[in-house]
């Protein structure tokens, strides 16, 4: 099996239910992040750690997320003759990162019937042969220093073997995640593990750690989800959904796989909640804006005498 991860899926064919009715007409993918839509965020990571071949899975209604990267040589121009060389540059910078990305886009109604997230993983796997892929979802936002797809990369080269994001959690909490069994710590925030437990309770919960967005997914991944879907056929379900998760687990009870602790800070944007919490974090960091929100919480904090 190949080494060198160069290739990356990002299923994008939800419809954002928790973001309703916000996102009735408008993406989830394309919400602003500061000043990039959160999908543009994912894609600037993907290129920053070296991916050169990514497949954007979509659904009907997405073709906002298509006209944002598309080059626009026009309202570039445009902006140059207004003399707005600066913006005349981001827009150009956004098509830029499609072409350094490769970015190709793949409608999720294919042969396959089930729904879940795991089915435009395996919708994509048909273009990637045996090589192993990144995938990421796109309404997740990582600050760190060293990208999270980063960190997975060098996880998988060093192991071989499937790598999902870890980050420690409060177990309080562990009926919001996927939770790991682990076998080993590795060292270096790589951990053995043998199987997830979606959901415990608190006090079932395997260990301290939470998965989080993120995978290096290998062909024996594929092969698990294959046969979710062919069970999926042959019980004639038409609610049983197919689940990224759920194959790993099936993979990790016989074969090797491991997680990797991410250092550095997750913000999940899909609930208005963690939205918000993610859009005021990252204007924080702006140089500009920072401080002025920082002026403004102060100010609404103070007492009116």
């Not at 939470?210 to 046969?227: C, F, K, N, Q, S």
């Not at 056929?233 to 959904?241: C, K, L, S, Y």
Request: hydrophobic share 40%; glycine share 8%.
């Amino acid at each position: 099996m190949p080494t060198n991860i160069r290739r990356a899926v990002i299923p994008a064919a939800g419809i954002g239910s928790r973001l309703l009715p916000l996102t009735k007409a408008i993406p989830k993918e394309m919400l602003p992040i500061g000043e990039k839509p959160v999908i543009e965020h994912t894609v600037c990571e993907l290129v920053a750690s070296g991916i050169t071949d990514i497949t954007i899975v979509v659904s009907q209604g997405k073709n906002l997320i298509q006209e944002h990267f598309r080059p626009s040589p026009a309202l570039a121009e445009q902006l140059r003759a207004d003399g707005k060389a600066h913006l005349a540059d981001a827009v150009d910078e956004v098509a830029d990162l499609s072409r350094r990305g490769h970015i190709t886009y793949l409608d999720q109604h294919g042969p396959y019937g089930p729904y879940g997230n795991g089915t435009p993983v395996l919708n994509a796997s048909h273009n990637f042969r045996d090589e192993p892929m990144l995938v990421l979802w796109p309404d997740d936002v990582f600050v760190s220093e060293v990208p999270r797809a980063q960190q997975l990369i060098r996880a998988y080269e060093a192991m071989s073997c499937p790598v999902l994001a870890l980050m420690p959690m409060d177990r309080a909490h562990s009926y919001r995640y996927g939770v790991p069994v682990v076998k080993e710590d590795m060292g270096g925030g790589t951990l053995r593990i043998t199987g997830l437990v979606e959901k415990p309770k608190p006090a079932d919960a395997p260990s301290d750690y939470a998965a989080i967005g993120g995978y290096v997914v290998t062909p024996g991944i594929i092969d698990e989800l294959r046969e979710q879907t062919r069970r999926w056929h042959a019980a004639g379900d038409p609610t049983a959904e197919v689940y990224l998760t759920d194959a790993i687990n099936a993979y990790a009870a016989t074969r090797a796989a491991y997680g990797q602790v991410i250092q550095g800070r997750w913000f999940d944007t899909g609930n208005p909640a963690a939205y918000l919490e993610a859009q005021f974090a990252t204007a924080l960091q702006h140089p500009e804006y920072g401080p002025r929100l920082r002026e403004l919480a102060r100010s609404l904090d103070t007492p009116d005498t």
